[in-house]
């Protein structure tokens, strides 16, 4: 169930898909989060860890 106010409720859930530039590094969770940023597809130092800043700064979950 995605969209706002879900069952009647004030939870909404949006789900955004995204294709990447489709290299082999995008196989790394950093790598793949700066391809979809729109910047180079270069793995990132981490921490922070995606699950708690990731795309666009925000916590992520990535399944690949």
């Given amino acids: 169930m995605f969209g706002n106010n879900i069952l009647g409720t ?3 859930f949006d789900l955004n898909i ?3 530039q489709g290299a ?3 196989g790394e969770e ?7 940023e729109g910047r180079r597809a270069e ?3 981490r ?3 995606p699950v708690t800043e990731g795309l666009y700064k925000k916590p ?3 399944i690949m």
């Fill in 30 to 36: 950093t790598a793949l989060i700066a391809s979809i």
């Fill in 18 to 20: 995204c294709i990447g």
């Fill in 10 to 12: 004030k939870f909404s």
């Fill in 60 to 62: 992520t979950l990535l």
């Fill in 24 to 26: 082999y590094i995008c």
């Fill in 47 to 49: 921490p922070p860890f």
């Fill in 43 to 45: 793995v990132d130092v």
